[in-house]
């Protein structure tokens, strides 16, 4: 149980262009979704929490108008880097709560994104 | 600003020896204590959780200690194998806030 998947696993597109990631909660209803950046041996960095219906909430130092995050249903979050650079390539790594923000996060595969 | 360290950043042990991975915290009011195994390019699998009153969580050939006084987490793994190899991550939520705080992480080698 506690499955969560992202898609797609890695995409590479031309600086400019917008990509969609998505986050999904197979096996349970997602309250809350968490999107984390990593950078190559880095920490993971919290960059949004989403709650299904409401807008995001976002950290310090994270563009909302870059990394639009849109929470629809209890099942998915999508995150949407908009005019991608080169800078932004990253690894993108969403989790998602049950049943409560300080309960058990699951973590999806992550997403590597690569701008060129 | 919750921080968190580990050390060492890398570490590299032959087959059958035990592992010793360390975390520490600045803030010791903490809700809960995880530790994480992430391999290359993947995303975070979840070893153990650790509440703000327990001393200690174990499964199998893990064991993690606590001691949130010291802002002090010890992951031990024993009798490491080559399926060991990943890089393990603590992370802590602090008691007034819902956000995990990761530390940069601890990568394992365990040579065959």
């Known amino acids: 149980g506690a499955v969560v998947s992202q898609h797609p696993s890695r995409v590479i597109c031309k600086s400019g262009t917008s990509v969609k990631i998505e986050c999904r909660s197979l096996?349970?209803?997602?309250?809350?979704m968490f999107w984390y950046r990593q950078f190559p041996k880095q920490s993971l960095m919290l960059m949004a929490t989403?709650?299904?219906?409401?807008?995001?909430?976002?950290e310090q130092g994270v563009e909302k108008d870059k990394f639009l995050i849109n929470h629809a249903s209890l099942t998915l979050s999508t995150l949407t880097v908009t005019s991608a650079h080169p800078e932004d390539s990253s690894f993108y790594i969403c989790?998602?709560?049950?049943?409560?923000?300080?309960?058990?996060?699951?973590f999806g595969p992550g997403t590597r994104l690569t701008v060129l | 600003k919750q921080e968190v360290t580990q050390i060492p950043a890398a570490l590299s042990v032959p087959e059958g020896e035990n592992l010793v991975l360390n975390c520490s915290f600045t803030?010791?009011?903490?809700?809960?204590l995880q530790w994480f195994r992430q391999d290359p390019g993947k995303g975070l699998t979840s070893l153990l959780l650790?509440?703000?009153?327990?001393r200690e969580q174990t499964s199998g050939r893990l064991n993690a200690s606590l001691d949130k006084s010291s802002g002090r987490s010890t992951l031990y793994i024993a009798a490491s194998q080559p399926g060991d190899s990943a890089t393990y991550l603590c992370?802590?939520?602090?008691?007034?806030?819902?956000?995990?705080?990761f530390g940069a992480g601890t990568t394992v080698t365990v040579r065959a």
């Open positions: 989790s998602a709560t049950s049943s409560g923000t300080t309960d058990t996060q699951y």
């Open positions: 096996d349970f209803q997602a309250t809350t």
């Open positions: 989403s709650n299904e219906g409401s807008k995001a909430t976002y």
């Open positions: 803030d010791s009011a903490i809700y809960n």
């Open positions: 650790i509440q703000s009153s327990q």
């Open positions: 992370a802590v939520i602090p008691v007034d806030d819902y956000k995990l705080s």
